[in-house]
């Protein structure tokens, strides 16, 4: 095609009237450019409708890296052409010099007028060929520019820059897009390293972590370790406190699924009529109030696993699309009416029955057997009070930093003996509110739990209080009168003098005897005696 058709055809773009000249061309080159969010399909659109006005045998976009110091080839189309490299460092102060240069408007690359573009002549490629570079600014900002390159020289006209002008803000808002893009994915590499690194500080040796995984969870830790490797659904039950989730924690950071997301969910928590939007999503205008479509807390465990934490309080209708996604690993959002495949992983954790909720009708029985494929079961603290001395020492440790002392108090002798003969109703959640308790009132010394008496005394020690409850929790007034009456039983009775329950509690006499009134705890004023 010689030089005199593409003035013509250049001509008639720029000066036709209405939809069928300038504003024609602006509205195309711009639908698609924005056509797409893939930019190499927005430049090969407008790559192959450019190509139809004029001669043009590549278009390539380019940035002007500063944290690089170089020119930097974001995308391009083209046909068998040779581009420039991807990657063009700057000599010393050329940023300036283009800065100072302020390219604003479109210019056919000359490189004996261009100190600039002359000095970048031999790796741009310019010899030989025609450049028209459009500089595309945003917020009056260069952030980069477009070049349109044709073979040989002198392929273009002064005509073509106007033309070209129209090109300058849809390309801007697209490069600018493609930016943006770009820094989100290095932040969320970023994020994602994090996540690993904490991952490993926190999880990495989970299975091996856990306290009591060679003593009294010794078969649990091996049953974990049996699983993890696997895509297995788990089924975690015990008591209320026992420490399920971190057993599902276990069992997810020592699985191929460490790396990607964890996401817990307290199904007793959840509102009834919310549940489905919470675990499935929601599109928008589903319901009053979801002004936007939403991602369930399945779409988010993508890849990863999810803890369904007291499964036992799921609802009928919640249970039958909990059972489709265990079956089919897609999910359908609530107003949806397409399924959106997921890859996780399902733990679930109860403490309930679910064996009796079957039978009374309350939990789905297809369901059970979903879940009930690996049962985990997790012993109460009561059956394992071997752990008791390292948890509770944990639980110092850890609720000292949390509290801000400096420097954990150390547990006096015979302490950890009386917190093993304890039975612990309230399993490690309760050792642990007790430790907390205990260094909340601490007041010098070595921490001696003193409110805790073996699983013997408990009963008698409960009608101290006044009630039939179980000696814990109590309040403080009901703690120190079980604890002053126990002193006064080890003292025979006996308030002064060497021996005494005074002594032996390190207060004055006169100071026990106001606190054993303000308690109601009887005495025998005359033999010191307690009744």
């Known amino acids: 095609m010689g030089k005199n058709t593409e003035d013509k055809r250049t001509t008639h773009v720029v000066s036709g009237k209405g939809m069928t000249g300038r504003d024609e061309f602006t509205r195309e080159i711009t639908l698609r450019i924005c056509g797409s969010l893939e930019i190499k399909e927005s430049l090969r659109s407008a790559f192959e409708y450019l190509k139809e006005q004029f001669r043009l045998e590549a278009l390539v976009?380019?940035?002007?890296?500063?944290?690089?110091?170089?020119?930097?080839?974001?995308?391009?189309?083209?046909?068998?052409?040779?581009?420039?490299?991807?990657?063009?460092?700057l000599p010393e102060g050329m940023l300036q010099k283009i800065a100072a240069r302020n390219y604003s408007e479109p210019f056919i690359v000359d490189i004996e007028k261009d100190e600039i573009l002359g000095a970048l002549a031999p790796v741009l490629k310019i010899e030989g060929n025609t450049h028209l570079i459009v500089p595309l600014r945003i917020r009056g900002e260069l952030i980069g520019g477009l070049t349109l390159q044709a073979s040989g020289e002198g392929r273009y006209g002064e005509e073509l820059l106007e033309l070209a002008g129209c090109l300058a803000e849809p390309f801007a808002i697209a490069l600018a897009n493609t930016l943006a893009h770009e820094e989100v994915l290095r932040y969320q590499a970023i994020l994602l390293d994090d996540k690993r690194f904490l991952n490993r500080e926190l999880y990495g040796d989970a299975a091996d972590g856990i306290i009591g995984g060679n003593t009294g969870l010794r078969?649990?830790?091996?049953?974990?370790?049996?699983?993890?490797p696997l895509n297995s659904t788990v089924l975690i039950l015990g008591e209320t406190g026992t420490g399920k989730e971190m057993i599902a924690n276990a069992i997810h950071f020592s699985s191929p699924r460490k790396n990607g997301p964890f996401i817990t969910v307290n199904c007793g928590a959840l509102p009834e009529n919310l549940i489905d939007s919470e675990l499935f999503g929601h599109e928008r205008g589903a319901?009053?109030?979801?002004?936007?479509?939403?991602?369930?807390?399945?779409?988010?465990?993508?890849?990863g696993t999810i803890f369904l934490d007291e499964i036992g309080e799921l609802p009928l209708n919640a249970q039958v699309r909990l059972l489709r996604v265990l079956q089919n690993r897609e999910v359908e959002r609530v107003g949806g009416k397409r399924p959106i495949p997921v890859d996780i992983r399902v733990i679930a954790a109860t403490h309930r029955n679910l064996q009796s909720m079957v039978a009374e009708g309350n939990f789905r029985e297809d369901l059970w057997y979903r879940l009930s494929g690996f049962p985990i079961m997790v012993p109460p603290v009561r059956q394992r009070k071997e752990d008791v001395p390292a948890l509770t020492r944990y639980f110092v440790a850890v609720r000292s930093r949390d509290l801000g002392i400096g420097v954990p108090p150390s547990i006096a002798p015979g302490a950890l003996q009386r917190l093993m003969?304890?039975?612990?109703?309230?399993?490690?959640?309760?050792?642990?509110?007790?430790?907390?308790?205990?260094?909340?009132?601490?007041?010098?010394?070595a921490l001696t739990f003193s409110t805790i008496l073996p699983s013997s005394e408990q009963k008698d020690m409960s009608l101290v209080a006044g009630n039939n409850r179980s000696l814990y929790p109590l309040n403080l007034d009901e703690a120190n009168a079980v604890h002053i009456t126990e002193v006064l039983k080890l003292a025979k009775g006996k308030i002064d003098g060497p021996g005494g329950a005074a002594e032996l509690l390190g207060i004055n006499p006169s100071t026990l005897r106001s606190r054993l009134d303000k308690l109601g705890i009887l005495y025998r004023r005359n033999r010191n005696v307690a009744g």
């Not at 078969?219 to 993890?228: K, P």
């Not at 003969?421 to 010394?445: A, M, S």
């Open 287 to 303: 319901f009053t109030g979801a002004v936007a479509e939403s991602r369930g807390r399945f779409e988010r465990a993508d890849g």
């Open 219 to 228: 078969n649990v830790m091996e049953m974990v370790r049996q699983v993890a």
């Open 421 to 445: 003969e304890y039975d612990w109703p309230g399993n490690v959640r309760e050792l642990e509110n007790l430790v907390e308790r205990e260094l909340i009132l601490h007041r010098g010394g």
């Open 61 to 89: 976009l380019f940035v002007i890296d500063e944290r690089l110091g170089a020119v930097r080839r974001i995308d391009h189309a083209s046909e068998n052409v040779a581009l420039p490299p991807q990657l063009i460092p």
